[in-house]
Structure formats: structure tokens, C-alpha cells
């Protein structure tokens, strides 16, 4: 009697440590993957915040001059 079972026979070749397919996502391995991803997400915020700051600072700009351009002139 064998006393290894005929599914777990060659467990060791089979598996040597190395990543399977699903650890990489369009050739990319997933940590790279992850990584580029929360780098573009941080630099999307970033983005977003210098815009905001850009257009309020615009609005305010433009809204004191409208609302003292009889003084002005």
C-alpha cells in the first residue's frame, strides 16, 4: 500500500515557490500593479486639491472685483 496518496504525489516539483498567473495582471506583477495604482490615486488627489484651490481662489478674486468695481471706476 502506498502510503502517499496519488493526489498529493509530486506536490514539491509541482509547486516550487514561484508565483502563479494570478499574481500578475496584463504581464504586470500584482504588487507592481498595486503600487503604480495607490501612486496614481495619491497623484489624482493631489490634482484635485491644486484645481479646487485654483478655481476658489479665481471666484474669490473675481467676485471682490465685481463687487467693488463702481469704486474702482
Known sequence: M???PAYDAGY?????GEPD??????????????YERQQSR????????????LTSSVAAGCWSLG??????L
Open 12 to 16: 514539491d516539483e509541482e509547486f516550487d
Open 21 to 34: 498567473e494570478s499574481a500578475f495582471f496584463a504581464d504586470i506583477d500584482d504588487s507592481d500593479y498595486r
Open 2 to 4: 502506498d502510503p502517499v
Open 42 to 53: 495619491r497623484a489624482i488627489f493631489i490634482w484635485l486639491v491644486i484645481v479646487l484651490i
Open 67 to 72: 463687487a467693488n468695481i463702481t469704486n474702482l
